[in-house]
């Protein structure tokens, strides 16, 4: 068993705290695990990405190879559209609706939304307006982790809440509520 | 033994901690910033004191790591692979005084330039250098390689160089690691004296020396285990693996590969290996991360029997880092069926922050220089190279760490006014001062902007070598007072930003702007943590 997930969206959406969870999730599992980012110069407002592999057998590679990715989990739009090549024939996209325009030419919703229904398995939230819902505008990043965690087989949500609580935990136990209430919303959402 | 999820760059660090490191001497740069992140905030190095401030830059970090390897404690230096530019002087002289403490330089090399201005290899610098080098595939392997680049510099008395490339510092895995640390060195003295007085007399019975022992270092390279010989069923070719190019190649045979593999993670190259693998093959197939410096030996001048395959003859890419598809191909197996890439998606390049000082200061200096026709502005490396990109198109050249300050003289000197230079304050006192001098020593009509955002702020906000001495650096290296000026880059006062810039390019000898205004990510991190 392995998923190979692609993690994208752009600098400062907090792409990188989801890497974090899934991995602390996966380190007591007896799972291999590769996550590969790049820091520096892409955090600057321009497009980010992480590569998550997930296995019960050894992992070689730090890339996922083109066309294998089961998984990608955007918080943007176009951003998810971006590593359309790694898609496996049967991978899924999960992403967010929610545009993050800081760029003069970025293309209309509709051209998105077309593109996207090309590839077919796709799972479309707004996340932003689920995390205002629940009151913690500033967890979207979690519902979009709560709407993956319905995909994701080798992690339970039992689990990743328990990444949730690690990773927050240091900042007290309101921040930790607060992303765990926005983790749940964005799984029931996904489910619906 | 316990498991830890860290990234490449934190396994090193903490392998070195429980090799007993001393000290780790730094200067930011990615993808190597987080070696020496991790061991400032690790409890064990502040238990056992390890040194871990930032230096000035590469070569003052190479030389005080030096200083702690001839006092006998094991000592880190840490950059990115330019930064062995910027330390080569200190690099390639640290293996002729050899190492007392253990001592290991990490370069990070950074393939496909994800935030770099060249692809330059470092092996090259061991190679020259005639310094072991160690190169490895996993982040578990990178762990137990430092120690053992430990053990080995105390014993073969040789400083060590660390190549990672930027997917193995920036990639995470399960690591297991050990309860216990190696105790820290005590305090002796090198027991050759003269062989760190570098006088000719001295260096050539030192470099005799130190060719002698490069055969020894190749036997290490044979029997220390990382480099290892798989035996293969297909004898069509052979392959030579360096470094993360051993994973790419296993992702195409989970199960086993069929042809025989060298893989290779230590150097110098483990030669009796590779001609047991030429026996038998009369194709080589290799594969490096970086540039072809092991294909190119093979290959060499004169027709050879074998067929050498790589970078060099097209069977993989000549630039850019590999990656798993490149590898496939070079194998000669099918590509994966795939989607056609999104033509929606355009490119969304990084760019300065909304808020961030850099642009106010960019917005007024492109006020000015808009009236001047000839001017040029030469800036350098950090955040504010951003403004090159659209809207500011604010400067002409960005080279290396400091030349903004050097060109915009050589370029004043020729002629050109007004003479621009843009550098940020991490970057000036890492390698602009010293131009500086230059400059004031030329009486040189240039206009020295420094726009000082208290940090290093492209590497995520690490602290400034000369935060609130800026001044008094300038003025004692010589600008006159009145031609220190300092400004507040924000939008209410871009008349007087305008005016200052203005005069100062209008005054025919060296001035000093300071743009001064605190990183806005630094800033936000400030107020939470005072908010605690």
Known sequence: MKQDIILCGVGGQGILSIATIIGWAALDQNLHLKQAEVHGMSQRGGDV????????????????????CNLIVSLEPMEALRYLPYLAPDGWIITNTQPFVNIPNYPTIEAIEKELERVGRVISLDVDAIAREVKSPRSANMVLLGAAASVLKMLSPELLEQGIAHVFGRKGQALV?????????GLNAAKK | MRKQLLLGDEALALGALHAGLSGVYAYPGTPSTEITEYIQQSALARERNVHSDWSANEKTAMEAALGASYAGKRALVCMKHVGMNVCADAFVNSAMTGANGGLVVTACDDPSMHSSQNEQDSRFYADFAMMPCFEPATQQETYAMIQAAYEMSERR??????????RMAHSRAVVEVNDEARPQNEIHFPENPRQWVLLPANARVRNEQLIADYASFEDDAATMGFNQYFEGNDCSMGIITCGIAYNYLMEQFPEGCPYPVLKIQQYPLPTAMIRRLAQNWNRILVMEEGQPMVERRLVGVLPTTA???????????????????????????????????????????????????????YTALNNVIAQ??????FSDIGCYTLGWLAPFHAFHTCVEMGASVTMSLGAALSGVHPSVAVIGDSTFTHSGMTGLLDAVNAEAPVTICISDNLTTGM?????????GRLEAICRGIGVKEDHVRVIVP???????????IREEIEYKGVSVIIARRECIQTLKRHASQKSK
Request: hydrophobic letters at 35%.
């Open chain 1, 49 to 68: 990405q992480s590569n998550l592999r997930i296995s019960d057998t050894e992992i070689f590679s730090d890339l996922i190879p083109k066309g294998e």
């Open chain 1, 177 to 185: 509520d607060i992303n765990i209430e926005a983790f749940r919303a």
């Open chain 2, 157 to 166: 008395r040789i400083p060590i160089l660390m190549r990672l490339t930027t």
């Open chain 2, 307 to 361: 067929t050498i395959s790589g970078r060099l003859d097209g069977t993989l890419p000549r630039t850019g880092e590999l990656t798993p598809d490149s590898v496939r191909a070079a194998v000669g197996l099918e590509p994966r069926p795939e989607l056609a890439a999104s033509q929606v998606a355009v490119p969304r390049p990084p760019a300065l922050c909304q808020g961030c000082g850099h642009r106010d200061f």
């Open chain 2, 372 to 377: 001047y026709p000839t001017a040029r502005v």
């Open chain 2, 459 to 467: 590497t995520g906000g690490q602290d400034s070598a000369g935060t």
């Open chain 2, 490 to 500: 924000l939008p209410k006062n871009y008349d007087e930003m305008e005016r200052v």
